[in-house]
C-alpha cells in the first residue's frame, strides 16, 4: 500500500465523527457506523478500557458486529432517547443493531449491562460478530471460558460475560459467530460485568424487549422535563441528552468528555484525558440544564461539591483543584501508554491529567456563577454551602492578581490572563448578588473594593490601544476567544465600543466561517507543539456575543452554520479541522451546553 504511515493507518480508523454514543450515567461506549464497538471503559468513565480499537486498531480490543455482504449504514437515535440504531442496507434485505446500556437502579449499579439486539426488518440477511475485549488499555492478559451460549472473559481486575442467543465459538482470547436473519427475526448479544458470586445473567430475547422499553421510557421521562420549546429544539434536546450521558450518577459528577487521547491534530500530541470533572465545563453544564429546566442534575453537582471537594485554604490551587475525579479523588497522575499507537498514529496516548495542578483562577467565577443561578431557578442555599462560598470569595479577594496557566490550561508558563481576572470579578460580583438579594452574612465592604478593583485593572491593563481590542493577557497584544465571554457574563455592555471595536477585532483575526480559534498559536506560545483545530465552544460563544451585540443575522447564520459542522447524530468533539474534520475527544460537555446557551439566547432575541 503506498503512502505514509498516517495515510496506511487512517484506513483502519473510522473518522471520529463517524460514532453515536450509547451510557448508564455510570460509563458510556463509542458505537461506529460500521456497528464496532471502538471505546467502551467498564465499570467506570475513568476505568480502563475494555474495547479501545479507536486508539489501536490491532492492541486496543473491539466489539465488532455487522453485515458480512455489502451494505451501506445509516445511524440515528431512536426519537428523545440515548438508544442507538446502526442500520444496514443490503441488496437482499434490511437489518438494524439496537445499543443501549440499561440504566440501573441503585440495587444493581455496579452491574454493567451493554445490549446489542440484531432485527432484520426485511428479506434475509448474514451477519458476523467478534468481541475481542483487551483490558486494561490492551495490557492486561486475559482468558476466555465458554458454557452453552455464555462466554466467560477473565483478567485480573475485571471479568465480564458475553450472553448471546446464537451459539459461538472462542479461541483463548476472542469470540465470533455467523448467522442469518429473516424478516422478524431478532438475535441478542448482552455484557454484563461479572459482579463478586453473582451468576452469570442471561439475556433472552423477551428480557431485551423489557430492558429495551425501560431505557426508552427512562430517557423519554427525563427528557420531559425539559422547558425548551424555541427553535432548533432538536438540537438542543440531543445536547442535553449528551450532557446528561456524560453524568456520573453515583456523584453527580460531569466528565468533559468520555474518551482520551483523541488528537487535536492528526499524527499530533496534543492528546488529553477527559475523563475527569472539570469544575468549569461542570459548572457551565449546570447552568445549561437549569436554563432547559433540570434541576437534579444541578443539586447533584453541588451534592458532589459538598460532598467530595476538600476547602483546602493551602493548596496549590486554593480551595479547589480545577478537576477532580469523578469519585472526587484529587490525584489525576498522568502516564503515556506507550504500546498504544494512537488514533490514526497520533501519539502518545494519555491517562491522567496533570493539568489537574494548575492554577486556573477562571474555574471561581464559574462555580459561583452556577451556584448563584442555582441559588436564583432552583433553590435557596443552605447555610452550609453559604459558609463555603464565603471561604471561596474569601481566597479570590486575596489571590485574584497571582498569574496563573489560564482557561486554556496552557503549559507556556503563568500569565497574568484577561479571562481569568474576568472570572475572578465574575465570582465575587455573584455572590454579592446573593448576599444583597437574601440578606445573607457577608463582608462586603471588603468584597466591593476588590471587584471594583478587577473592574478597573481589566478596563485599564487588559484593552489594547494598538489592537483597539481587549487582548489575552495584561501587557500583551495578543487576540483570545476566551474574551468573547466579557458580555456573556455581563462585565460589559454587548454595544458598549470598547466591546464592540474588540468583537469585529476577533472577527477579523479569528473567525473563519463562523469557526472560531482560541488564539494564534504564532503569536502566544503555549509550550505545545503542533497545530490545533478552532474551537467548538468559541464559535458557539461567538454567536452569542453577535446575539448580546444586536447583529442577529450574522448570528443566526452564524449558527446555523455550526448546525452544519455536527454528525450525522448532532454531536460535536471538541475542534473542528481545516477541513471540518472533527478533532479532539468526543462528544465533548463544553461545546453541547455553549450549543444550548447561543441557542437559547439567540432564540429568545429573535421573538
Given amino acids: 500500500m503506498s503512502g ?10 473510522l473518522p471520529i465523527a463517524e460514532h453515536g454514543l450509547i451510557g448508564d450515567l455510570r460509563t458510556a461506549a463509542l458505537v461506529g457506523t460500521d456497528g464496532t464497538i471502538d471505546w467502551y471503559c467498564c465499570p467506570s468513565f475513568d476505568s480502563p478500557s475494555v474495547f479501545a480499537a479507536i486508539l489501536d486498531a490491532d492492541r486496543g480490543g473491539a466489539f465488532e458486529l455487522s453485515a458480512t455482504v455489502p451494505a451501506d449504514t445509516k445511524q440515528f437515535y431512536f426519537p428523545d432517547t440515548n438508544v442507538l440504531i446502526t442500520r444496514f442496507f443490503t441488496a437482499d434485505g434490511l437489518g438494524e443493531i439496537q445499543d443501549f446500556m440499561p440504566v440501573a437502579d441503585a440495587g444493581e449499579a455496579d ?6 439486539r440484531v432485527v432484520c426488518v426485511r428479506g434475509t440477511i448474514p451477519f458476523r460478530a467478534r468481541v475481542a475485549p483487551r483490558f486494561g488499555y490492551g495490557a492486561h492478559p486475559h482468558t476466555v471460558g465458554m458454557l452453552d451460549r455464555t462466554a466467560l472473559f477473565t483478567s485480573e481486575a475485571l471479568s465480564l460475560t458475553l450472553t448471546a442467543t446464537v451459539p459461538l465459538e472462542c479461541d483463548e482470547q476472542d469470540v465470533w459467530t455467523e448467522f442469518e436473519l429473516s424478516q422478524g427475526e431478532t438475535t441478542v448479544f448482552a455484557l454484563d460485568r461479572v459482579s463478586g458470586e453473582t451468576p452469570p445473567r442471561r439475556c433472552p430475547l423477551a428480557q431485551a424487549e423489557r430492558e429495551f422499553t425501560a431505557t426508552v421510557a427512562f430517557w423519554r ?19 442535553a441528552l449528551t450532557l446528561k450521558l456524560l453524568t456520573y450518577a453515583p456523584t453527580g459528577a460531569i466528565v468533559a468528555a468520555p474518551t482520551t487521547s483523541l488528537p487535536e491534530q492528526i499524527g499530533g500530541g496534543r492528546n488529553w484525558d477527559y ?37 483546602r485554604e493551602n493548596g496549590p490551587s486554593g480551595p479547589l483543584q480545577i478537576m477532580y475525579g469523578i ?10 501508554l506507550s504500546h498504544l499507537e494512537g488514533y490514526r498514529g497520533s501519539a502518545p496516548v494519555r491517562v491522567g491529567n496533570n493539568a489537574a495542578t494548575q492554577l486556573q483562577l477562571d474555574i471561581y467565577g464559574a462555580l459561583l456563577d452556577s451556584v448563584y443561578l442555582y441559588d436564583k431557578w432552583c433553590q435557596p442555599l443552605s447555610s452550609g454551602h453559604w459558609r463555603a462560598v464565603c471561604d471561596v470569595v474569601g481566597w479570590v479577594c486575596e489571590h485574584w492578581d497571582q498569574p496563573d496557566e489560564g482557561v486554556w490550561e496552557t503549559r ?11 472570572m475572578c470579578w465574575v465570582a465575587i460580583e455573584r455572590a454579592i448578588r446573593m448576599a444583597q438579594h437574601r440578606g445573607l452574612p457577608a463582608p462586603l465592604e471588603r468584597w466591593g473594593p476588590v471587584r471594583d478593583a478587577i473592574y478597573w485593572r481589566i478596563l485599564d491593563q487588559g484593552w489594547s490601544p494598538a489592537r483597539q481590542a481587549f487582548v489575552q493577557y495584561e501587557g500583551g497584544d495578543v487576540l483570545d476567544a476566551a474574551v468573547l465571554m466579557m458580555p456573556l457574563t455581563k462585565f460589559i455592555a454587548p454595544n458598549d465600543p470598547v466591546w464592540l471595536s474588540t468583537l469585529d477585532a476577533l472577527g477579523n483575526e479569528l473567525v473563519s466561517d463562523s469557526l472560531v480559534w482560541r488564539y494564534d498559536p504564532e503569536a502566544s506560545p503555549d509550550g505545545l507543539e503542533g497545530d490545533e483545530g478552532t474551537f467548538s465552544i468559541c464559535s458557539f460563544w461567538y454567536v ?12 443566526r447564520l452564524a449558527f446555523e452554520k455550526m448546525l452544519t459542522y455536527a454528525n450525522h447524530l448532532g454531536l460535536y468533539a471538541e475542534e473542528l479541522s481545516h477541513t471540518g474534520e472533527q478533532l479532539g475527544n468526543f462528544p465533548q460537555a463544553f461545546t453541547h451546553l455553549a450549543l444550548i446557551s447561543a441557542a437559547f439566547n439567540l432564540d429568545r432575541a429573535l421573538g
Avoid at 452491574?111 to 446489542?116: E, K, M, P, Y
Avoid at 421521562?221 to 445536547?239: D, F, I, K, N, T
Avoid at 472539570?278 to 459548572?283: C, H, I, K, S, T
Avoid at 452569542?544 to 448570528?555: F, I, K, N, S, V
Fill in 4 to 13: 505514509t504511515p498516517t495515510e496506511r493507518k487512517s484506513v483502519r480508523y
Fill in 111 to 116: 452491574r454493567h449491562r451493554l445490549i446489542r
Fill in 221 to 239: 421521562r427525563w427528557l420531559h422535563q425539559s422547558r425548551y420549546r424555541g427553535r432548533w429544539r432538536e438540537m438542543v434536546h440531543r445536547s
Fill in 275 to 311: 475523563r475527569y470533572a472539570w469544575v468549569r465545563d461542570a459548572a457551565f453544564a449546570v447552568y445549561a440544564l437549569l436554563r432547559l429546566g433540570f434541576t437534579e442534575e444541578a443539586k447533584a453537582f453541588m451534592g458532589f461539591l459538598t460532598q467530595h471537594i476538600d476547602r
Fill in 327 to 336: 469519585d472526587g479523588r484529587s490525584e489525576l497522575p498522568e502516564r503515556e
Fill in 412 to 422: 507556556g508558563g503563568r500569565k497574568k490572563f484577561l479571562y481569568s481576572r474576568l
Fill in 544 to 555: 452569542e456575543a453577535l446575539t448580546r451585540a444586536g447583529r442577529l443575522d450574522e448570528a
